[in-house]
C-alpha cells in the first residue's frame, strides 16, 4: 500500500510587551530574544550555525540548533536586571528565526523528523491553527449522491471531475493555438511535415519517459494555467495543515517534480503519523481514511470553488483508487464513486470556511515565497478573522 507520505499531484506570536521597548548599550554582537515565558541569549555566530543549516536544508541540524538554545526561566532585561522590556537585535528575533525551520523540510528523508519540526513549533505558539479541523465532527450523510452534491455545492458532479488532455479548457487553447499556427505556415508554402513528425516523435517521449513534464514546463509560462496549478496546490497544502499533516513542501516545477517521482506537473507532500501507525499494525480506521481523502480530493475541491469546476486531479484520483483496491475489503466502483464525491464536498465546505486562508496561500504561492513564509500568511489570514 502506498506509504502514507503521499505525494499529491495536481494534475496530484505574539510577543506583547508590558512597557516600552528600551534600547540600552548592548554589545552588537548578541542577540536576546524573547518567548512569552522565557529568554534566549545566543551570540550571531551561533544564530550563523542555524542560517547555514537552513540554506543547506538540513532539517536535523537546524531543529538540533533550535532545541539546544538555552533559555532561562525569567526575562532579563539588556542591563541584566528582571525587567519585561527585552532588547532585540534587528533580524534576529527568536519567533522570526523558528518560522525557518520549515523551510529545511523538503530534503528530509525521516517524515517523523518533519512531525517535530511542527511540533516544535506549535509547542511554541506559533501554529496555533495546526491541526485545528484533525478532531472536527464531519456531519451530513455519507452517501453523496450526484444530486446532493449539487444542492450542496451548485456544482454538477461533472464540474468536480478532473478532465483528461485534450478536454480542458486551457489544453483546447494550445490545440487551436497549434492548429492556427501550422495553418499559417502551410498558408505560407511552408512544409512542416518533416519537422511535425520529430514534434510529435518529441512529445511522445516526454508523455512516455517523462511523464509531460516538458509540456507541462511550457505550459506553465501561461499566467492564467500557472495560477490554476497553485490554486489547487493550496487546497492541498491548507487542508493538510488543517487537518494536522505535516507539509514536507509544495513541488510547482514539473521537473522537479518528476525527480522526486512525483506523478504530474507539481505536487504537496505531507503525511500522516496516524495513518503510517495503523497501517503499521496491518489496519486502516475510516476515521484515518476519511481524512487522507479529503487532503487528497482538496486539489479538485479547491479548483472547483474558485474556478466553478476542476480541471487538475487526475493523478489524485489515481492514488485514490489504487487506495481503495487495496482496502481490506476492497470497495466496489459505487462504494468508491460515493467516497469520492463525500471527500470533494467535505474539503469544499472546508476550504470555503477558510476561503481567507486559502487566498493568502495561492497568493504566497504566486509570490514565489518558501512554505515557512506561506504557512505563516495561513495563521496570519486566520487570526485575523478569529
Known amino acids: 500500500m502506498p506509504s502514507p507520505c503521499a505525494s499529491l499531484s495536481s494534475t496530484n506570536l505574539r510577543f506583547a510587551f508590558s512597557k516600552p521597548l528600551k534600547i540600552s548599550p548592548f554589545p552588537r554582537n548578541i542577540s536576546i530574544c524573547r518567548n512569552p515565558s522565557r529568554l534566549c541569549v545566543k551570540s550571531l555566530k551561533e544564530w550563523r550555525e542555524y542560517e547555514d543549516a537552513v540554506r543547506d536544508k538540513d532539517l536535523s541540524r537546524a531543529l538540533r540548533f533550535l532545541k539546544s538554545v538555552e533559555l532561562s526561566s525569567s526575562p532579563v532585561d539588556a542591563m541584566g536586571s528582571s525587567s519585561s522590556s527585552v532588547l532585540y537585535s534587528p533580524g534576529w528575533s527568536r519567533p522570526e528565526r523558528d518560522w525557518e525551520v520549515l523551510d529545511t523540510c523538503l530534503n528530509a528523508d525521516d517524515m517523523r523528523l518533519v512531525g517535530s519540526a511542527y511540533a516544535f513549533l506549535q509547542d511554541r505558539g506559533l501554529l496555533p491553527n495546526f491541526g485545528k479541523c484533525k478532531n472536527i465532527v464531519l456531519e451530513g450523510p455519507r452517501d453523496v449522491t450526484p444530486s446532493l452534491l449539487r444542492e450542496s455545492t451548485g456544482l ?9 488532455w485534450g478536454l480542458t479548457g486551457t489544453s483546447r487553447i494550445v490545440l487551436i493555438a497549434c492548429l492556427g499556427g501550422i495553418s499559417f505556415l502551410l498558408s505560407q508554402g511552408i512544409d512542416i511535415r518533416p519537422n511535425l513528425a520529430a514534434i510529435l516523435g518529441l512529445a511522445a517521449l ?20 500557472k495560477r490554476r496549478i497553485l490554486v489547487h496546490e493550496a487546497g492541498h497544502l491548507l487542508t493538510a495543515y488543517l487537518m494536522g499533516c505535516p507539509i514536507r513542501g509544495v513541488i510547482l516545477d514539473p521537473f522537479v517534480a518528476m525527480q522526486m517521482g512525483i506523478q504530474g506537473q507539481a505536487g504537496t507532500q505531507f503525511w500522516d503519523e496516524k495513518m503510517e501507525n495503523e497501517l503499521a499494525e496491518g489496519r486502516l480506521s475510516s476515521t484515518a481514511f476519511d481524512r487522507y481523502c479529503m487532503i487528497l480530493f482538496a486539489g479538485i475541491a479547491s479548483e472547483a470553488l474558485v474556478y466553478g469546476e476542476a480541471e487538475g486531479g487526475e493523478n489524485d484520483e489515481n492514488l485514490f483508487r489504487s487506495i481503495s483496491v487495496l482496502l481490506q475489503p476492497p470497495l466496489t466502483v459505487s462504494q468508491m464513486s460515493n467516497q469520492a464525491r463525500w471527500s470533494v464536498l467535505q474539503s469544499y465546505n472546508l476550504l470555503k470556511w477558510h476561503k481567507k486562508a486559502h487566498r493568502a496561500a495561492v497568493k504566497a504561492l504566486e509570490s514565489g515565497h518558501s512554505l515557512s513564509v506561506v504557512i505563516r500568511r495561513i495563521e496570519e489570514a486566520m487570526s485575523s478573522v478569529s
Open 156 to 164: 454538477e458532479a461533472a464540474k468536480l471531475a478532473p478532465k483528461k
Open 206 to 225: 516526454d508523455a512516455i519517459f517523462l511523464g509531460g513534464s516538458c509540456l507541462a514546463q511550457i505550459s506553465s509560462f501561461w499566467p492564467p494555467y
